[in-house]
């Protein structure tokens, strides 16, 4: 069937163990880029019924070079035999096909099977044909995209080179396109997927993998350095490596073994670019005078194409490397103190949680200075970071490697480690001798809260929160003191957190209300006001005293808010009443310390009279001794502020306090409210008796009201009416009670 093929060159005997040499693929794991595989030759499958004709190709062709490269040919006598040598070959550059084989169209199901069943668009394929007039319709060369079609006469040794050679580049481009484009795959997914990867170290390992991936090798001879990372002068480190090289990560650059994998990294490094020799270096230039050089060992210098991608894949990977660097940089923020170059609070909750796991023999120590706003202020702040590093470094020296410290807060540090050295007796010790800072000797004390892990059935930062409890009950000892945690300390601090939390949701529920307890004149027994007294009925219907409650609201804060609404609820009773015919009423409201000093607290005032259309005389604040006495200006100021408003002030608990003569002068206040301790015991001690007759004497000499709180008997009226006092509040009159009950009570009194 086929015909001999006009050969201009002289027919020799092929030797078939040169043909076994070219079958056998000298490197199965060829590159898949590039277009040239490492065997370095181009291989071309020879299909073809007429064994002469395989002999006269190889012949005619030996010893030629193609774009460089000899030709390696395949051999196939028909079509089914060409599909079994397909079926495991994948980097064929040409298959010269015969047409007419076992049957007319074996030639054309070869193709059909090729571009159509194998997907092999890359391999150019070139009919020949010894009968024309089997040659294919036009629609199927272009169907299956033929190279080329040639009768065999046709094809002279120089025509088959010719054609061989536009076959060959043509497969070239297509596989250069081909690979480029996987390659541009291969960025993008590479840069999503890296950009994933969280931290330097993983980063790098991640582009060792991606780089291996985008030459087509093995994640071998592979190795990453650094230079310039946490300081810029630093020696450059191995941040990743693969292969041979990966028991390096973390070495200096100059500890590496291998010469010339040493020399070229630091090559790159210095000169600053990539490198292509036998070893490819590429060079990722980034910020802040930091760099990354890779070294991928490819065995060979790098064709331009892969060159290219490597430039693209580089300049992509340089912003990623910028980005985790970046990353790692806020991570060092957020975890460590930057000052003093320890953990911070996080950080330490994080150590705290890990140690849980084995809590036996373990203490957790809050160390706190004492004085150290002071010393901030009167030395300045430089002064005040030199201070702390010098006690960073003298506890430091004393903990050793078996303990954790961190900065918890400005001038408080945790320290966490074995009993034996973290203990009370301990860490006093370490402040006993005076401090060294910049030349100056410095007397620094510190007091502690200590918990042993074991004592404590919390974790994390709960943990914290228990050695912030035991700090807190040192401090209110002494400065300089410490103080182990207990459990029992540790319910108290969650009892009244909870309370906290119920008081929060009370309020924001509606479940506290203000009652109202009258005030009588002693001496004609008419009432004259009521005092505004606060309640919190809780969702299981028990009342919380205010003496409980009061305080929290006010460390939280939330007396402001609550002390605002009883403010407004009061004076709406008084325009209540008034409009009930009580014209005659005023009402007294205790005020907080944190009310008072508010800023807002006069708008707070105002706003209220105003909304309700009350007039100020009609409103009494009932402010405490001891607050009075506090900051006596800002006082004096509130108070004539207060003045301007027409409402009147009372001291509460009066006789509690320290208050001096001169001072209660000064405040010209309108009532002294006697506190109901001395009223109880007016008639049992003398001592009472002594003090509610100083108290009164006190308010009259300075021309003020005087009252008296906690009447319980009517024993107790008679013998304070007997000393002059004006006034008085308590169960015998009445108990506190709501609005209505006010009413009731009062309409049946007129
Ligand atoms: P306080 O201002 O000294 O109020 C007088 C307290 O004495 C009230 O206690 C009242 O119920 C109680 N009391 C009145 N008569 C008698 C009596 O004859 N015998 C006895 N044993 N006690 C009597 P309460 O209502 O428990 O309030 C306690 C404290 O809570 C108040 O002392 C006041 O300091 C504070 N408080 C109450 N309501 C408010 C408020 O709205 N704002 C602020 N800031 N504090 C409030
Ligand atoms: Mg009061
Ligand atoms: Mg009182």
């Not at 599909?83 to 010269?96: F, G, N, Q, T």
């Not at 090729?114 to 020949?128: E, F, K, S, W």
């Not at 030459?215 to 592979?222: R, S």
């Not at 003496?547 to 460390?555: G, K, R, S």
Request: hydrophobic share 40%; with cysteine.
């Amino acid at each position: 069937m086929s015909e001999k093929i006009e050969l201009a060159s002289t027919v020799a005997s092929a030797d078939d163990d040169d043909l076994l040499q070219f079958l056998e693929d000298p490197h199965p794991e060829v590159s898949e880029s590039g277009g040239q595989s490492a065997g370095k030759s181009w291989r071309v499958l020879i299909v073809d019924d007429d064994a002469d004709v395989h002999k006269a190709t190889e012949l005619a062709m030996q010893g030629l070079l193609v774009e460089g490269l000899p030709l390696a040919f395949l051999h196939a006598e028909s079509g089914v035999a060409a599909r079994s040598i397909l079926a495991s070959e994948s980097d064929l550059a040409v298959v010269l096909l015969d047409v007419v084989m076992e049957s007319d169209d074996a030639g054309l199901q070869l193709i059909h099977h090729m571009r159509d069943v194998l997907g092999l668009q890359a391999t150019r394929i070139v009919l020949r044909t010894g009968q024309p007039g089997y040659a294919p319709e036009i629609e199927t060369v272009q169907a299956y995209d033929i190279n080329d079609y040639k009768t065999k006469s046709e094809l002279t040794r120089t025509r088959l080179y010719t054609v061989l050679t536009a076959a060959i580049r043509s497969y070239k481009q297509i596989r250069a396109l081909e690979s480029n484009r996987q390659g541009l795959e291969l960025i993008v997914e590479g840069s999503a997927e890296l950009s994933r990867l969280r931290g330097l170290h993983r980063f790098a390992e991640g582009v060792v993998t991606q780089l291996c991936a985008l030459l087509g090798i093995l994640p071998e001879g592979l190795i990453c350095a650094q230079a310039g990372s946490d300081r810029p002068s630093g020696p450059p480190r191995i941040i990743a490596a693969a292969g041979q090289y990966s028991g390096m990560i973390n070495a200096p650059l100059s500890s590496v073994q291998v010469p010339q994998v040493r020399k070229l990294l630091e090559r790159c490094l210095t000169e600053r670019k990539n490198i292509y020799e036998d070893a490819t270096c590429l060079y990722f230039g980034l910020s802040n005078d930091r760099a990354i050089a890779a070294l991928v060992d490819v065995g060979h210098a790098l064709q331009d194409i892969d060159r290219q991608l490597l430039l693209a894949f580089c300049s992509n990977i340089t912003v990623g490397f910028e980005n985790v660097m970046l990353y790692t940089q806020l991570l060092d923020h957020a975890y460590n103190d930057q000052l003093l170059q320890l953990p911070n609070r996080t950080r330490f909750i994080e150590l705290l949680e890990q140690n849980l796991k084995q809590p036996q023999g373990i203490t957790l120590a809050l160390v706190d200075l004492d004085d150290f706003a002071e010393i901030n202020d009167a030395f300045g702040h430089q002064f005040g970071d030199q201070v702390l590093l010098s006690v960073v470094s003298r506890l430091s020296q004393h903990l050793g490697f078996n303990s954790s410290m961190a900065r918890i807060s400005g001038d408080t540090f945790g320290i966490l480690g074995p009993e034996g050295l973290i203990n009370a007796t301990g860490i006093e010790a370490l402040f006993a001798d005076p401090f060294n800072v910049v030349g100056e000797r410095l007397q620094i004390s510190a007091t502690t809260g200590l918990v042993r892990l074991t004592d404590s059935a919390s974790v994390g930062s709960e943990l914290l929160l228990d050695a912030q409890i035991a700090l807190k009950r040192a401090k209110q000892q002494n400065r300089g003191s410490s103080q182990y945690f207990s459990s029992a300390m540790g319910q108290d601090a969650r009892e009244r957190f909870k309370l906290l939390k119920g008081l929060r949701a009370g309020f924001e529920e509606r479940r506290l209300f203000v009652v109202y307890q009258p005030q009588i004149d002693l001496e004609t027994g008419k009432v004259i006001a009521a005092e505004a007294l606060l309640r919190w009925k809780t969702e299981e219907g028990k009342f919380v005293p205010p003496d409980q409650f009061i305080p929290l609201a006010e460390q939280s804060g939330l007396i402001i808010n609550i002390g605002e609404f009883v403010l407004r609820t009061a004076c709406y009773q008084v325009k209540q009443l008034r409009s009930l015919g009580h014209a005659d009423f005023r009402m007294a409201v205790n005020i907080s310390m944190a009310q008072f000093r508010h800023p807002n607290f006069m708008d707070v005032l105002n706003n209220a009279l105003r909304d309700t259309g009350i007039e100020g005389h009609c409103l009494e604040l009932e402010i405490t001794e001891s607050m009075a006495m506090e900051d006596i200006h800002m006082v004096q100021r509130v108070l004539s502020a207060i003045r301007g408003t027409g409402a009147t002030v009372a001291i509460d608990d009066f006789g509690t306090g320290f208050s001096s003569l001169s001072q209660l002068r000064q405040l010209k206040v309108e009532r002294l409210k006697i506190d109901r301790a001395f009223v109880q015991e007016a008639q049992n001690s003398n001592a009472g008796y002594t003090i509610a007759q100083m108290v009164i004497n006190l308010g009259r000499g300075l021309g003020m009201r005087v009252i008296a709180e906690g009447i319980e008997t009517d024993e107790q009226r008679q013998h304070l009416l007997s000393m002059g006092c004006h006034e008085g509040q308590g169960y015998l009159f009445a108990r506190p009670m709501t609005a209505e009950d006010l009413v009731l009570w009062m309409d049946a009194r007129r």
